[in-house]
């Protein structure tokens, strides 16, 4: 099984799970032109935005009210309408109670509700070691098991020097699967320290070199030259996916703390160094004098920039062994083990000195900490001591404001500045520095794509947009060789008629009961001269027994527009002797569907479900979600499996039971046809509604062999308007 999140890490990758469509047809009047919507249109959008307020001593200030804040967009004071206060137990600090969480809401929220904390566990395989990273992973355990309360959401981050970014997990409140996909971390993508080379490069560069070393001393020179140019690659790679995640994240509201598991980029990379003798007037000695990099500081600084404009507030842990105090084998290293750092020479032993507490230019402390430093987050420089500084990172956001305002709506992209003032003195305010509007689909990045397919596909409640919904059923039937899963979906005309592009992907995602992706297909389709009519789609998968969820997302690649339906289903053992009876499908007497669904399975074996569940198109349509208001009967497609049965005589009986009440009703159907396939036995049934009222049932079959006395049942849901 994959991990939910990890399988769209290489977007290349995701699109050769392309699978053609078969056909797609509808009668003559279905694919009439509709008149296209109004292009532009006036919005207005509920803007919130987290507010961080802490006295002089750092604690949480609890007691403000919506009339202390004032906030400014543009330089231009806002009207607040919304109010919330979260003060969370585990940071608050002072010795009198305080309510776990209030809230205050003058004007009810239309949508969005609460706005909980954002987290990235962040893992850096790049600029690091086995030890950073193994300490690192228990620095997250912790933090997952005793830091983050239900309500978060959390995603878990990577970077290494082959695979580049990778997302694990978006952001989700699902905290077990996150444990678990840390857990499931490697450390196969450290590359190396650029560190080490740097060090060697420098420390070499301060070394008196006795003049019948010099060859050596120069080859040696030019194999760490080469070295640091590919550290420096390195380096700009990670800062070139650093600023392209920042611009992605823009979108996503809120403050988002990323918590940052690495060594950093050596600072000397980026900003030079100088060591030697600068005069240069002793015999063999060395001066290095290197001004840094423009291009890597241009990068460095257009990263620091995107990020703060983004709300990317770095919390970095250095997982340096000896972050910020003395190497204990330093000196042992640089004595014994370096024959250039003692001489035996006919005046006695000559050593030069040696500092074992490493310069700070040459490892990643600065970088991690200016990082903190720009984008309102803290450098934590010793990973050992990750209770206590995780302890001191929850304190900091665990207690904040979140406060709305109207704003229009545009299109446009900008970036708008916020400035965040409370009335009252002596307390220090932390807010997001602003934020971008929306921008039209087709400006975004291929990453902010993919943020944004992320968004519908994983998330419960998907921060990028509010997607329409419809509604999505499924079969589950052994016909053949194995267990196959068939989700079944009517694309409504309210949605269609939002698809004006030409353009428009349908993904299909079955996840199993521990949230990891069981099944994913994706195709294109030319939507838009079907807009304003019904559309009926099937996506099949080859799948073990057992429970599932399944999930459907349609994304226009023209103008972002997406569509999400959610069902669960069951998958049962196949009966390799007996009676097995499999899902029915629930038909209604009518045909107004365009018919859209993938190409039978390859394998001979296996069996397409329109060859289980075999029924008149001209004549029905499948009934998946709601019963149209007057519907007077329904009809069903039953197939039951009868292996090792000799002259089976099936029977079925029917109940309907309200999901609500509990009540049990008989039904009274009547079999209008029978039909053998092999060892499959269908049934086609008719089952009037009249006296059935208005509500959500269950349909439960059950079969039983008069010959045998062997039994089954299958059931299904669907709604009575």
């Known amino acids: 099984m994959m991990r939910r999140g990890l399988f769209f890490l290489n977007l290349s990758v995701f699109f050769l799970l392309f699978i053609p469509f078969a056909r797609l047809s509808s009668t003559p009047q279905e694919v009439a032109q509709l008149q296209k919507p109004l292009e532009h249109q006036v919005t207005v959008t509920l803007k919130l935005i987290q507010v961080y307020v802490t006295d002089k001593k750092g604690n949480p200030v609890p007691d403000l009210k919506k009339e202390d804040f004032i906030v400014y967009d543009n330089g231009r004071a806002m009207t607040l309408t919304e109010f919330e206060k979260h003060i969370l137990k585990a940071a608050a600090q002072k010795p009198e109670p305080q309510p776990a969480e209030e809230k205050i809401l003058p004007t009810p929220l239309p949508a969005p509700g609460v706005m909980n904390r954002k987290f990235f566990l962040f893992f850096d395989f790049a600029f690091n070691s086995q030890k950073g990273v193994k300490k690192a992973k228990e620095a997250a355990l912790h933090f997952i098991d005793t830091e983050i309360i239900p309500g978060d959401e959390v995603g878990l981050l990577s970077y290494s020097t082959l695979k580049g970014l990778s997302i694990h997990e978006y952001l989700t409140t699902n905290h077990k699967i996150l444990r678990e996909a840390v857990e499931g971390l490697t450390t196969k993508g450290i590359a190396g320290r650029a560190e080490n080379f740097e060090e060697e490069y420098w420390r070499r560069a301060q070394e008196n070199i006795p003049q019948d070393e010099g060859i050596i001393w120069q080859k040696k020179k030019t194999q760490l030259f080469w070295e640091r140019q590919e550290s420096k690659n390195q380096a700009q790679n990670f800062i070139l996916k650093l600023t392209a995640l920042a611009k992605a994240l823009r979108y996503v509201p809120g403050q988002k703390q990323l918590i940052l598991f690495s060594a950093g980029i050596v600072n000397s990379l980026i900003y030079g160094n100088l060591a030697g003798n600068p005069t240069g007037n002793k015999p063999g000695a060395q001066t290095e004098f290197d001004p840094g990099d423009y291009v890597l500081r241009t990068q460095h600084e257009e990263m620091l920039k995107e990020l703060s404009a983004a709300n990317c507030a770095f919390f970095t842990f250095d997982t340096r062994e000896a972050a910020m105090v003395s190497s204990l084998f330093a000196y042992d290293s640089q004595t014994f083990e370096d024959r250039y750092r003692d001489l035996f020479t006919e005046g006695g032993v000559h050593q030069t000195p040696v500092n074992i507490l490493k310069d700070d230019k040459i490892t990643g402390h600065y970088s991690l900490s200016r990082l903190s430093n720009v984008t309102g987050g803290k450098y934590f420089s010793n990973i050992e001591e990750y209770r206590k500084n995780l302890d001191q990172l929850q304190n900091?956001?665990?207690?904040?404001?979140?406060?709305?305002?109207?704003?229009?709506?545009?299109?446009?992209?900008?970036?708008?500045?916020?400035?965040?003032?409370?009335?009252?003195?002596?307390?220090?305010?932390?807010?997001?520095?602003?934020?971008?509007?929306?921008?039209?689909?087709?400006?975004?990045?291929?990453?902010?794509?993919?943020?944004?397919?992320?968004?519908?596909?994983?998330?419960?409640?998907?921060?990028?947009?509010?997607?329409?919904?419809?509604?999505?059923?499924?079969?589950?039937?052994?016909?053949?060789?194995?267990?196959?899963?068939?989700?079944?979906?009517?694309?409504?005309a309210r949605v269609t008629e939002k698809f004006a592009g030409k353009k428009v992907e349908l993904v299909a995602l079955v996840f199993d009961e521990n949230e990891n992706l069981a099944n994913l297909q994706r195709t294109e389709a030319d939507l838009a001269k079907y807009r304003g009519m019904d559309v009926f789609c099937a996506f099949g998968a080859a799948l073990q027994p057992g429970r599932y969820k399944c999930r459907l997302v349609i994304r226009d690649l023209e103008s972002g527009t997406g569509a999400v339906a959610s069902a669960w289903a069951n998958v049962a053992k196949k009966a390799f002797v007996g009676l097995s009876l499999h899902s029915p499908l629930l038909l209604l007497p009518e045909s107004s569907f365009a018919y859209l669904e993938a190409a039978a399975p390859k394998k001979k074996e296996a069996t397409a479900w329109n060859d289980a569940y075999p029924f008149e198109r001209a004549l029905y349509s499948p009934l998946v979600g709601e019963a149209p208001q007057g519907t007077p009967k329904i009809f069903a497609v039953v197939p039951c499996s009868v292996t090792g049965l000799v002259q089976p005589s099936i029977t079925l009986t029917a109940w309907l039971i309200n999901s609500v009440s509990g009540e049990r009703l008989p039904v009274l159907f009547s079999v209008l046809n029978k039909a053998r396939k092999e060892d499959v036995e269908i049934q086609f049934l008719e089952l009037p509604l009249n006296d059935v009222p208005p509500g959500k049932y269950l349909l439960y079959l059950h079969a039983e062999d008069a010959v045998s006395r062997a039994v089954s049942y299958a059931q299904t849901t669907f709604v009575i308007r």
């Open 396 to 492: 900091l956001t665990g207690s904040y404001y979140v406060l709305g305002y109207y704003i229009g709506g545009q299109l446009d992209g900008q970036h708008h500045k916020i400035k965040v003032d409370v009335k009252r003195k002596g307390v220090e305010v932390r807010a997001q520095s602003g934020y971008f509007n929306p921008k039209p689909f087709r400006e975004y990045t291929d990453l902010e794509k993919q943020l944004h397919l992320f968004d519908l596909a994983l998330s419960d409640t998907p921060l990028f947009q509010t997607p329409l919904a419809f509604s999505l059923s499924a079969l589950s039937y052994a016909v053949g060789e194995g267990t196959r899963l068939e989700m079944l979906s009517k694309i409504p």
